[in-house]
C-alpha cells in the first residue's frame, strides 16, 4: 500500500461466520473458532504494522451464553489458552490489550488469563486491542450510567458536568470513536456492538467468514474505506 492511503485510527470487527466456515466444509461449528485465532493472529500483526492505533474486536457477546454449554465452554477454553499461550507476537509487537465487557458470569480461569495479558501488555505503546469479552452495548450503556448515578451520589460530579465528551470517557474503556466497522460473514447488523462509539463509522461487510478474512481481504477493506466520503453532518 502507498503512502497517500488513510488507514483509519479505529478499527472495529465483529469476527463472524466461525461456524457456517465450519460447518460448509462437514466440520465441527468449533474447529471454526480454532481456525479464526490463526486470522487473528496474521491480521493483528498486519494492523500493528499498518499503523492502526485502535482495533476493537468482537470476540463474545452478552448474547452469546444464550448458546449450547459446550460451544461456550469450547469458546471459553480457547480464550484461556490463547491469552496464555499463543500472544508471543502481542509481546513482540507492542500490542497493548484491554477489555471491554462484564465479568460476570466469566469462569475465574478466563478472567485470571484476561487480567494476566492485561499486565504484561500494560506499557506497550503500539496498537491498543479492545477484545470485546462477554460485551454488549446496552451492559455498557447500563454499567456506565449506574457509575456515573454513584458518582452523582458521592458529590464528585454534577448534572452539568454530563457531554459527549463525559461520556465517553466513562465508558469501558475511553477510546476514540469508531472510524470503520467490519463485519464479517454477510451479516447486516451491529448485534449490540460498541453503538456510542460507531456512531459516525463507516460500515463494510463482506461475505467472507472470517477465517477467510486474511490481510488481502484487509487491503480490500481500507481500500473501501479509502472510497468513503466522510462527512460528519457537515457540508462539502
Ligand atoms: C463468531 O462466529 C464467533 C462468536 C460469535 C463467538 P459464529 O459462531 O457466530 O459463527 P456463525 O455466525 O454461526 O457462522
Ligand atoms: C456477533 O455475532 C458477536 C460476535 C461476533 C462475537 P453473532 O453471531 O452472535 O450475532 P447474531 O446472533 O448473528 O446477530
Ligand atoms: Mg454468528
Not at 503512502?3 to 466461525?18: A, Q, R, T, W, Y
Not at 448458546?67 to 507476537?89: A, G, P, T, Y
Request: net charge neutral; hydrophobic share 40%; aromatic share 12%.
Amino acid at each position: 500500500m502507498n503512502n497517500e492511503i488513510i488507514i483509519p485510527k479505529h478499527v472495529g470487527i465483529i469476527m463472524d461466520g466461525n461456524g457456517r466456515w465450519a460447518q460448509e466444509r462437514g466440520l465441527a461449528r468449533t474447529v471454526g473458532h480454532k481456525t479464526a485465532i490463526a486470522t487473528l493472529k496474521e491480521l493483528c500483526i498486519y494492523m500493528a504494522d499498518l499503523g492502526v492505533k485502535y482495533a476493537s474486536l468482537y470476540a463474545f457477546s452478552t448474547e452469546n451464553f444464550k448458546r449450547d454449554s459446550k460451544e461456550v465452554d469450547f469458546i471459553m477454553n480457547l480464550f484461556i489458552k490463547v491469552f496464555n499461550k499463543e500472544f508471543d507476537f502481542i509481546k513482540e509487537k507492542k500490542i497493548k490489550v484491554l477489555f471491554s465487557g462484564r465479568r460476570e458470569p466469566l469462569p475465574s480461569n478466563v478472567l485470571k488469563a484476561m487480567d494476566k495479558i492485561v499486565e504484561e501488555t500494560k506499557n506497550n505503546t503500539e496498537l491498543v486491542l479492545n477484545i470485546c469479552l462477554n460485551y454488549g452495548s446496552h451492559a455498557e450503556i447500563v454499567d456506565t450510567t449506574k457509575k456515573l448515578c454513584n458518582m452523582y451520589k458521592n458529590g464528585e460530579i454534577k448534572i452539568e458536568d454530563i457531554n459527549d465528551e463525559f461520556i465517553q470517557k466513562n465508558l469501558y474503556h475511553d477510546l476514540p470513536p469508531l472510524d470503520f466497522v467490519i463485519r464479517t460473514s454477510g451479516e447486516m447488523r451491529l448485534s449490540n456492538f460498541m453503538m456510542f462509539q460507531a456512531s459516525y463509522a463507516e460500515f463494510y461487510f463482506p461475505k467472507v467468514y472470517f477465517p477467510d478474512f486474511t490481510k488481502e481481504e484487509f487491503d480490500k477493506a481500507i481500500e473501501i474505506f479509502n472510497n468513503r466520503d466522510r462527512r460528519f453532518g457537515g457540508i462539502k
